[in-house]
């Protein structure tokens, strides 16, 4: 399910919710707006929490501390996200004018609480050497079953080339997930795939991915695309970096 930007009255585009709309993703996802001096607290007594901060300055107040954070915009800075187990209060007052990806879902396990700095967010680069570069991206894992094998989540970012493709050759795993999209420039907009069908990703919309659907998508050029890319692992089967490839294009894989 693909959807434009459409923020309700509290500040909230929700995307997905583990009862609710697009229940389908296992897990509850919203991207959330805060005006200058505006708090947010979240606790759960069964889920975990993610909250990723796209833009603005914040602070993180968890567990007695209270640490700072800045992003400029996902495109000129790294991220900073506050990940914590169930039943922890956790809150985030904005400094000024600020947006947040908030993620969570069911978990029984309990874990330290960590903050994610821009230091501890290292990039990978995938493409450039393929394909005459045109899928050349950046791809960010906040966490993942590797260093988290305790979360049910895994949260990462991409940062995508204009007039490139991305999660190229097309692929697909069967634990769902969800695209949150950006552009550097409010215009700009792109293509995303869910199985066969294409919908026209704008700047602050989503795409909630059907699970064994192949998911890719492109930019259009002129405009740098930002996407986070959120995983629910099933139970008993983790996403561990793994991908299976749609048959009839898996031999790209072997072109330089």
């Not at 509850?28 to 001096?37: F, I, T, Y």
């Not at 795993?173 to 704008?202: A, I, R, T, W």
Request: hydrophobic share 35%.
């Amino acid at each position: 399910m693909y959807e434009k930007p459409g923020y309700n009255d509290k500040g909230e585009l929700i995307c997905s919710l583990e009862n609710g709309k697009n229940s389908h993703m296992l897990m509850d996802v919203w991207a959330q707006r805060l005006k200058a001096g505006q708090e947010l607290t979240l606790w759960e007594t069964e889920k975990e929490i993610a909250v990723l901060l796209l833009a603005g300055e914040v602070e993180f107040l968890f567990e007695g501390r209270r640490e700072t954070g800045s992003r400029r915009s996902v495109f000129l800075d790294k991220p900073w996200c506050l990940h914590c187990c169930k039943g922890k209060q956790i809150a985030v007052r904005a400094v000024s004018e600020s947006r947040l990806l908030i993620q969570q879902t069911t978990n029984p396990r309990e874990f330290s609480t960590t903050l994610y700095t821009p230091q501890m967010c290292n990039l990978e680069e995938f493409g450039k050497e393929k394909w005459n570069g045109t899928a050349h991206r950046q791809v960010l894992t906040v966490f993942d079953y590797s260093n988290e094998p305790w979360s049910n989540l895994v949260m990462g970012e991409v940062f995508h080339k204009p007039g490139c493709w991305s999660s190229y050759p097309p692929h697909y795993h069967p634990q769902p997930e969800l695209y949150y999209y950006e552009f550097d420039k409010p215009q700009g907009f792109g293509v995303g795939f869910d199985g066969d069908e294409c919908f026209k990703v704008e700047d602050q919309s989503y795409l909630a991915i059907t699970p064994m659907h192949a998911h890719h998508q492109v930019a259009a050029p002129g405009y740098n695309m930002y996407f986070a890319w959120l995983i629910r692992h099933l139970d008993g089967n983790p996403w561990e970096r793994t991908r299976i490839d749609v048959p009839e294009h898996s031999w790209l894989n072997e072109l330089e």
